[in-house]
């Protein structure tokens, strides 16, 4: 039995073409399609198809969406020249930048002025849309100036980093990683007063002020409170419930999100003119467009909760903040919350239920903001690489 083969053909090996070697009747196999006739795709094994350091395994035929990828270069970003391969490289440090830029720093005026309308229990007017939002913020900005809007910035990277360690720490130990926001929940205290007391009283704080109240708090020293200030034992509850169940909603909305996606994605397949800048689009944007949705379900659904949440940790701290009615003025914060079910009950009774959505049209101020920034990264990412490969 002879086997059924062409005589240049050896394994793996093959590159489509027949090897010069002394003997009648060499056969040249160029063609893709009689290739196919001798041979057989192989399984999809990590090294098989690259057996000789450098050589590139053709396209098994025409059309393929994700092209011929090769050893030096990525599974379905494509190969454009070296230009293109350098883009590839730092995109996703770029776009994840341009993201995380959006969250921390672009967004923080609305995260001020949303707490700030969230504890705010004098007010009439509750900013449940975005124009009231930036109509508040113009005359903030104009009567105390910019920093009225970004101030607490740095004390919300800094419960950030201290949530991250103590989480990398915890999960090494514990199947319960999102229960570290119990442990940072004295530094979020102090940070969520910085981010509402108004810059008219305030003073400068420093960098590490709130890592130094939150352990005063924890041991009972530091700045003076009042007697309606609520035992940290009694925020545990309110704390780890909201920590668990933003985790917990926006863990299954991504999911959901990455694979509606993925379908989206398998039936419509690009053509070979924009494989290059649809697979990298494809490779670094589904994740973000996850993240983006799962961060919104979650404070959408749980900003009653929060608004509850901010009310108890800052009863008692004798903290001032802006008339978010007018812009200008100050009024204290003088609650007297007994815990949780009764935050809730005098919230329902004295505001009615839109009292838990003090602020909500800063959220959609942040988020419209944050869907601008991934679209023009998005419109000048495909425009780059389409320039350059």
Same mark, same amino acid.
């Given at each position: ?9 050896? %394994? #793996? @090996?093959?590159? +489509?073409? !027949?090897? &010069? ?9 160029? =063609?893709? *399609? ?41 599974? %379905? #970003? @494509?190969?454009? +020249?070296? !230009?293109? &391969? ?9 776009? =994840?930048? *341009? ?61 950030? =980093? ?228």
């Amino acid at each position: 039995m002879h086997p059924r083969r062409p005589e240049g053909f050896d %394994g #793996l @090996g093959y590159r +489509g073409g !027949g090897r &010069e070697e002394p003997g009648p009747a060499v056969r040249t196999f160029g =063609g893709a *399609a009689e290739m196919g006739h001798w041979v057989t795709t192989p399984p999809d094994i990590p090294g098989s198809r690259n057996l000789h350091w450098g050589e590139k395994t053709p396209p098994y035929g025409a059309g393929t969406p994700l092209g011929a990828a090769g050893l030096n270069e990525e599974p %379905g #970003l @494509g190969a454009g +020249g070296p !230009g293109a &391969e350098q883009l590839n490289r730092f995109a996703g440090f770029g776009i =994840g930048l *341009a993201s995380l830029f959006t969250e921390n720093v672009l967004a923080h005026p609305c995260i001020v002025l949303r707490r700030q309308c969230q504890v705010n229990y004098h007010a009439r007017n509750y900013h449940l849309t975005p124009f009231t939002i930036v109509n508040i913020m113009y005359s903030i900005n104009k009567t105390q100036g910019p920093r009225a809007l970004w101030k607490g910035m740095g004390s919300t990277f800094i419960v950030q =980093g201290i949530t991250l360690g103590t989480e990398g720490i915890v999960s090494e130990f514990t199947p319960l990683p999102r229960l570290t926001h119990v442990i940072a929940m004295p530094f979020y205290s102090a940070s969520l007063i910085e981010t509402v007391q108004s810059e008219i009283i305030r003073d400068n704080p420093g960098i590490l002020d709130c890592v130094k109240e939150g352990i005063g708090r924890v041991v009972g020293m530091g700045v003076p409170h009042s007697k309606r200030l609520l035992p940290l034992m009694v925020l545990i509850f309110p704390t780890a419930l909201h920590g668990v169940l933003h985790y917990v909603i926006s863990s299954v909305v991504q999911k959901l999100v990455l694979l509606f996606l993925k379908r989206e994605n398998s039936h419509s397949l690009p053509t070979e003119s924009s494989t290059s800048v649809q697979s990298m689009l494809d490779a670094y944007f589904p994740e973000l467009i996850a993240s983006f949705a799962a961060s919104l379900c979650a404070d959408v659904m749980l900003y009653p909760l929060e608004t509850v949440l901010h009310r108890l940790h800052i009863q008692g701290t004798r903290t001032i903040i802006d008339n978010t009615d007018l812009g200008y003025e100050v009024l204290p914060i003088n609650t007297q919350y007994e815990g949780v079910r009764d935050c809730i009950n005098t919230i329902k009774r004295e505001e009615g239920m839109l009292g838990f959505y003090k602020g909500f049209g800063a959220v959609v101020v942040q988020y419209t903001l944050h869907v601008g920034v991934l679209q023009l990264t998005k419109i000048i990412y495909s425009t780059l690489l389409q320039n350059v490969s």
